[in-house]
């Protein structure tokens, strides 16, 4: 297989990371992941990745917590998912770097832009941590911004899910789902591929988005060497 990619932003959500546990590190989950991000490195492609914190931190969790305290919470379980891919990935032989919105010296790189970029050019996994730094903006929020700060030529959204459906397809049976759309038609049918602020994001900075169902781990690679799977977003 060859890629059609040559540098990517992968975008993973935090809960994928606790498999069947639904809460916490699965690393059998997480070592499967990793094994195919080396697969991609290997074969010469850039990536770039951002995890969310959900398999420690919702917003919601918080109750009546203060929403911004609340996302600063989250923004930490990102930074704990983004120190256990690197350390796993490292583990395999993959030469990572982590960089965060908010400063964590010790360790941790703060993220610069053109550092991030240097690292990939030099085959580095770069993990950007910590969301934005800013309340009020999702991981998916984050992955759109740092895809165009890259200059990624898409992002991968793993997901639990196929594709992106007109409708919820664990409701409804008769739901359809979309091999190809626009940025402009998700945002009209609100059909949920990423926040709104993230799809505009994209849409203004032409980045595409493959939609597609991390079950199988083999789908990343599958996703990067222009294999017909999932829902493209462009």
Same mark, same amino acid.
């Given at each position: 297989?060859?890629? @059609?990619?040559?540098?990517?932003?992968?975008?993973?959500?935090?809960?994928?990371?606790?498999?069947? /546990? %639904?809460?916490?590190?699965?690393?059998?989950?997480?070592?499967?992941?990793?094994?195919?991000?080396?697969?991609?490195?290997?074969?010469?492609?850039?990536?770039?990745? *951002?995890?969310?914190?959900?398999?420690?931190? $919702?917003?919601?969790?918080?109750?009546?917590?203060?929403?911004?305290?609340?996302?600063?919470?989250?923004?930490?379980?990102? *930074?704990?998912?983004?120190?256990?891919?690197?350390? +796993?990935?490292?583990?395999?032989? @993959?030469?990572?770097?982590?960089?965060?919105?908010?400063?964590?010296?010790?360790?941790? #790189? =703060?993220?610069?832009? %053109?550092?991030?970029?240097?690292?990939? #050019?030099?085959?580095?996994?770069?993990?950007?941590?910590?969301?934005?730094?800013? =309340?009020?903006?999702?991981?998916?929020?984050?992955?759109?911004? $740092?895809?165009?700060?890259?200059?990624? #030529?898409?992002?991968?959204?793993?997901?639990?899910?196929?594709?992106?459906?007109?409708?919820?397809?664990? /409701?409804?049976?008769?739901?359809?789902?979309?091999?190809?759309?626009?940025?402009?038609?998700?945002?009209?049918?609100?059909?949920?591929?990423?926040?709104?602020?993230?799809?505009?994001?994209?849409?203004?900075?032409?980045?595409?988005?493959?939609?597609?169902?991390?079950?199988?781990?083999?789908?990343?690679?599958?996703?990067?060497?222009?294999?017909?799977?999932? +829902?493209?977003?462009?």
């Amino acid at each position: 297989m060859q890629p @059609v990619y040559k540098r990517i932003l992968l975008k993973i959500s935090g809960e994928v990371l606790a498999g069947e /546990k %639904n809460h916490g590190f699965d690393f059998d989950v997480i070592g499967s992941i990793c094994e195919k991000v080396k697969k991609l490195n290997d074969m010469g492609v850039q990536v770039g990745l *951002v995890v969310g914190g959900g398999n420690f931190w $919702r917003g919601r969790s918080g109750g009546n917590m203060d929403r911004t305290r609340a996302d600063h919470i989250g923004m930490l379980a990102t *930074v704990m998912n983004s120190l256990a891919l690197c350390d +796993t990935l490292e583990q395999l032989g @993959v030469n990572v770097r982590v960089q965060t919105a908010i400063e964590m010296k010790q360790f941790a #790189e =703060p993220y610069i832009r %053109n550092r991030a970029v240097r690292h990939l #050019e030099k085959g580095r996994v770069c993990i950007f941590g910590a969301g934005t730094g800013n =309340p009020f903006f999702s991981t998916d929020t984050c992955a759109a911004l $740092r895809a165009a700060e890259i200059n990624a #030529e898409v992002i991968l959204k793993a997901t639990n899910v196929d594709g992106v459906y007109d409708k919820d397809p664990n /409701k409804f049976d008769d739901a359809v789902k979309f091999d190809r759309i626009s940025h402009s038609e998700v945002l009209e049918k609100d059909l949920k591929v990423m926040d709104a602020t993230a799809a505009s994001l994209c849409r203004d900075n032409n980045i595409k988005i493959l939609v597609f169902n991390l079950s199988d781990p083999e789908n990343i690679v599958r996703a990067v060497c222009g294999e017909n799977i999932g +829902t493209l977003v462009c």
